[in-house]
């Protein structure tokens, strides 16, 4: 029996790797690779050997014959792929390992950030050269996105942080955490000391919609929101307010599918993860029955990933609607359109018709209720998620307090670009999330690019903009190299042309040769943050919420704040 790939597929290609027969797709070398949600197994060619399932860091792939519930689609969805992309698959150019020559010594080199673009960078930095790395996160932990991102319900996604949690054990590794790059060591004071660093500090800020009332009370980032059920002690326990039975969550992308299911799961349920308490007391005295995903666009530009919204409209107790609209109705009758003729519409059902697969996002919505919707009357009864497309927000209300979202009707021009009608309604909502993307937050010592929202960079080597001349010594990596797209595998193909980079350099004898060693660097740091966290403290804090986890039958319960993980810390 094949195997296939399911719903928490990273697209890191760890599998395709070590496929003896080539039959995972797209590859890295291939065109789909830049645009695929996932990766997929071709039956006909799959010779069970199970490599792919033992390389896979996040639980993904499994026999056809022992996928269950919600993943039982996935057996179709890989074996639709191929029929939709039916080239050759050939083998690609093989590429081997390079290495650093030994005459040019060890490299100390810094890694900003300890996410999984800097997890990927410090494997690739340890694997190619025999270089001494020194990571560093304003944070007293580990793990970026990974563990303040990734939502609770994901464990399967997490496990990845396990494969970074060995290389962050290995012995030419040091770590400085509790550490601000920019307020309490600077971009100088690094490279004084190392003979490259190398910025993966992600995207922190949100993007803006430039609309009145977008401040009020009630109206929030997904960055708070999802900081918030995840424990990030940047966020406080009482960020969010749940009070209100309707909330519309702005924007239509993973995170907001991520934010409409925590809403909308049984707390039950999510008990049984690493959810941060705060926020699993608040969803249980929480009153949110309806969550309306607000979409300025139709539903073939949507831009969650199939898996992710497959895994939504599965969810136990949980209806998914979408607003009925003479637009959207004929887009997904469009994408409905098999090759065999078009599909089944039933009046108030969207048609059923090929999967996801194909590609397309509106064939998704295939069978889906299609409702009227009034945003000023109480929510239906019962949980649902309203899918409302080609509806853009042009202010948020209330007394003191968010109330009411107004919103615009747009139409599709070109096929892609949203237009206003004039039309406009209001919903009321007692919560407004804004998800509508993340923004990247300049550096001090670094030039960023504003258009961008990431540090300037060619090819991972940070430039002046002015000159185009590289910063001798500086790199980037991940969002903020690449701007806030892509799942946590895609900064593995990130990391190597960073690293890649950094080894061309280090080849060129381009590197700035550092004028202190790692022993000056540790006491700088102890010197303006005698508080700063190293790896035996780091163990500590995951002993201590392990521990915690064991008690309650969870794989870890978090510590919250800065205070309680230092204390832990202290512990070991
Ligand atoms: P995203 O995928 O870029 O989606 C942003 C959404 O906001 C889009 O629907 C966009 O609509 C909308 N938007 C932007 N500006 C807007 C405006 N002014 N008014 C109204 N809507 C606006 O961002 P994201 O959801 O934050 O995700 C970031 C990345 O992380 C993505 O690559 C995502 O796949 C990844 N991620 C993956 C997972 C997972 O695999 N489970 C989970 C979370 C995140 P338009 O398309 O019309 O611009």
Redesign the pocket.
Known sequence: MAYAITQTCCSDASCVSVCPVNCIHPTPDEPEFGTTDMLYIDPRACIDCGACADACPVDAVFPVDRLRGPDTAFGDLNRDWFRDHPNDHAWGTPSFPRSLPGELGTLRIAVVGTGPSAGYTAQELLRSTSAEITMIDRLPVTGGLLRH???PD?QA?KRIAESFASVFRDPRLRMHLNVEIGTDVTHRELTAHHHAVVYAVGAAAD?R?GIPGEDLPGSLP?TAFVGWYNADPTVPADAVELSAERVVV???????V?IARILLTDPDRLAATDIADHALAALRRGRVREVVL????GPE?????GA?FLALRQLPGVEVVVEDHPEVRAAIEAACESPSGPGASSGSRAPSGPGAASGSRAALLAGLPLVPYDGGAEPAAGRRIVLRFLS??VGISGDGRVEAVTVERTTLVDGER?EATGERDVLRAGLVVR????RGVPLPGLPFDERAGTVAHRGGRVVDPATGQPLPGAYVVGWAKRG????IGANRACARETVDALMDDAQARALPEPEAGHREFERLVRSRRPDAVGLKELRAVERAERRRGEAEGRPRVKLATVPELLAAGRRR
């Not at 998800?435 to 993340?438: F, V």
């Open positions: 991102g990734v939502a994901h996604t993007r919609l997904a702005i924007g239509n992308g993973n995170v907001a991520d607000l979409a300025r666009r530009q949507a831009a969650w990933t992710e853009a927000p949203a998800s509508i993307g993340h806030p797209s892509g799942g």
